[in-house]
Nanobody
């Protein structure tokens, strides 16, 4: 199974921005839907954003609406994060869906990256 690798995480102050990227090793992203999830310390993994096979449909979790933007090209998946808040602090994971339409259900994703840490200070 192809590996996914996230990058772009780091430490920022509240109100700042980060752009996360996700690349597939040895291949393009393909024509499947893609998603971003996150997991904060002591909490379960939660849905952040998803995008369908051609980028024409995007869906966001309520806490990030208006602040985050998901996008893709042939090789990379992106998550632009603006106006970051301390509650956004988490490990962020990219994933490839077992399908093409996008999904907020982690059980619909077959391939996962190892995650990148995002820490937002007050």
């Amino acid at each position: 199974q192809a590996q996914l690798q996230e990058s772009g995480g780091g430490l920022v102050q509240a109100g700042g921005s980060l752009r996360l990227s996700c690349a597939a090793s040895g291949r393009s992203l393909g024509s499947d839907g893609m998603g971003w999830f996150r997991q904060a310390p002591g909490k379960e993994r939660e849905f952040v954003a998803t995008i369908n096979w051609n980028g024409g449909r995007k869906y966001y979790a309520e806490p990030v609406k208006g602040r985050f933007s998901i996008s893709r090209d042939n090789k990379l998946l992106y998550l632009q994060m603006n106006n970051l808040k301390p509650e956004d602090t988490a490990v962020y994971y990219c994933a490839r869906q077992k399908g093409y339409g996008g999904s907020n259900d982690f059980t619909q994703y077959a391939t996962w990256g190892q995650g990148t840490q995002v820490t937002v200070s007050s």
